[in-house]
């Protein structure tokens, strides 16, 4: 399942639903492996860090996946766009290329966040973990 991400729009409803059913375990377990895999996320402390630390504090798990999955299923200038739970923030995830680091094909990406304070961007870096998971790189 692809939750609308490959068109342009991550759906925070069903995303939700999956994590939310399988709340309580593991992230591993919340995402699964290979064709199985019902949504990958983005996990990690140091989001705050590379995203923002009050952008970071106002994502929740769903938008997080969002992430995750529009890193694992987008190609390349092609943007996802999702409104957080509360209404108040639009994310814009735009991937802009793939690159390899030890081994792995990660991506570059700029993350947009629009609020009724303005917009902000991040260019961020962030890599698969091999278990449904992606971590930013610092």
């Known amino acids: 399942k692809h939750y609308g991400v490959i068109n ?5 409803e069903a995303v939700g639903a999956v994590i939310g ?8 377990s919340q995402v699964g492996k290979g064709e199985n895999r019902p949504i990958a996320i983005l996990v990690g402390s140091v989001a705050g860090a590379v995203i923002g630390a009050k952008i970071g504090r106002d994502m929740d798990e769903t938008d997080r996946a969002c992430i995750g999955h529009a890193l694992e299923l987008t190609g390349d200038k092609k943007a996802v766009t999702w409104t957080s739970a509360d209404k108040r923030r639009t994310y814009r995830l ?8 030890q081994g792995v094909n990660c991506r570059e990406f700029d993350f947009r ?3 009724d304070g303005g917009k902000q961007t991040n260019r961020v870096k962030a890599c698969p973990g091999g278990d449904g998971t992606w971590r930013l790189l610092g």
């Open 94 to 101: 735009t991937p802009l290329r793939g690159f390899a680091q």
């Open 8 to 12: 342009g729009r991550c759906n925070r």
């Open 113 to 115: 966040v629009t609020t």
């Open 21 to 28: 059913a399988a709340a309580g375990g593991a992230i591993g």
